[in-house]
């Protein structure tokens, strides 16, 4: 299982909303085994983000690297990298 550190964990701890209704973690420990509970990845770069829709079969085609990273799916950790959760 990935090892999420701390800056990726919090980041989905302030960010969560964005997927979720409701939070669905309140601590680190609790953010960390929903991530690897969910098998989020962690990405580092825009155009990572981009390959990982693609070979999951999200339809890319026509999506400029904004609409992709404004996925709800996609947190940006503030580093250069990208957080992907699946809800």
């Known amino acids: 299982m990935p090892d999420f550190d701390d800056e990726v964990v919090k980041c989905f701890l302030e960010k969560q909303l964005k997927l979720f209704p409701e939070p669905v973690a309140e601590t680190m420990e609790e953010a960390q085994n929903f ?3 969910c098998m989020a990845v962690v990405v580092n770069s825009p155009k990572e983000v ?3 829709f693609d070979e999951e079969g999200v339809d890319v085609e026509g999506m400029d690297e904004e609409e992709i990273l404004d996925a709800d799916e996609v947190f940006e950790v503030g580093d250069g ?7």
């Open 81 to 87: 990298r990208y957080l992907i959760v699946e809800g």
């Open 35 to 37: 991530l690897e509970e």
């Open 50 to 52: 981009w390959e990982y």
